[in-house]
């Protein structure tokens, strides 16, 4: 498969699930902090915006496994490059806050943290390599 069919089919799941975990996370808030709901229905509306993003993120493997070696190589670049930011934005936080009256940083920011970091990653190495725009 073409690296462009791997990401048109990429951005086919990608779009929704992302549509669906970006609604879902602030009407879980909202409603959840409203106390709009019972206890039992803010587990399933809690749930939603973890299922949608294990979703974008399925597509995510699936897409890096069907490009060519050249555009995995930078993905996974990519991706370790938003592991390592994740993990020392984490330490460094967590340090910060347990050895001080710094606030603790919620886990929900994990996923953001890393996607940015990823999204920053891979267009600095999609420029660096002169890979075409099919990575970001």
Not at 35 to 51: N, T
Not at 70 to 76: A, G, I, N, S, W
Not at 91 to 115: H, K, N, Q, R, V
């Amino acid at each position: 498969m073409s690296p462009k069919q791997a990401y048109s089919r990429y951005m086919r799941v990608f779009v929704p699930a992302m549509t669906i975990y970006a609604i879902s996370v602030f009407t879980a808030v909202y409603l959840i902090k409203n106390e709009i709901l019972a206890s039992p229905q803010s587990y399933i509306v809690a749930l939603i915006p973890g299922l949608a993003a294990m979703t974008f993120m399925w597509a995510h493997f699936r897409f890096i496994r069907e490009t060519d070696e050249f555009h995995r190589k930078v993905q996974t670049e990519a991706m370790m490059i938003g592991i390592a930011a994740l993990m020392a934005v984490a330490m460094t936080w967590g340090m910060m806050s347990m050895f001080t009256d710094f606030p603790e940083l919620p886990f929900f920011y994990a996923i953001p943290i890393f996607y940015a970091s990823y999204g920053v990653a891979a267009a600095y190495l999609g420029r660096k390599y002169k890979a075409s725009c099919v990575l970001l």
